[in-house]
């Protein structure tokens, strides 16, 4: 069974920067398509990055520019570093692989 340990939520002043992480157990990610989206209350889940495989990187639009993501094979983790932070960037952020994902980590962008 897959399993998700995300980390490196946080609240950050606007502007600034935090990095997420997330270790997935099962698979290797060598064969998958990995990402992160973020939700927040009331509002419909947004995608926010993918990797695939071969190493090809979708953003979506609100974060082009400011996130990159990242994965390391032989630690079978994938990480988003998030620079620029905005305060509607504030949300709970997931790792997602196929149709499972973790229980997310909160990112507040606040002053």
């Known amino acids: 069974q897959m399993q998700f340990m995300e980390s490196g939520g946080g609240l950050v002043q606007p502007g600034g920067s935090l990095t997420l992480s997330c270790t997935i157990s099962?698979?290797?990610?060598?064969?998958?398509?990995v990402g992160w989206f973020r939700k927040v209350p009331q509002k419909k889940r947004e995608g926010v990055a993918t990797?695939?495989?071969?190493?090809?990187?979708t953003y979506g639009d609100s974060v082009k520019g400011r996130f990159t993501i990242s994965r390391d094979y032989a630690k079978n983790t994938v990480d988003l570093q998030m620079n620029s932070l905005k305060p509607e960037d504030t949300a709970v952020y997931y790792c997602?692989?196929?149709?499972?994902w973790g229980q997310g980590t909160q990112v507040t962008v606040s002053s």
């Open positions: 990797i695939r495989p071969g190493g090809v990187t």
């Open positions: 997602t692989l196929g149709t499972e």
């Open positions: 099962g698979p290797s990610l060598t064969y998958y398509t």
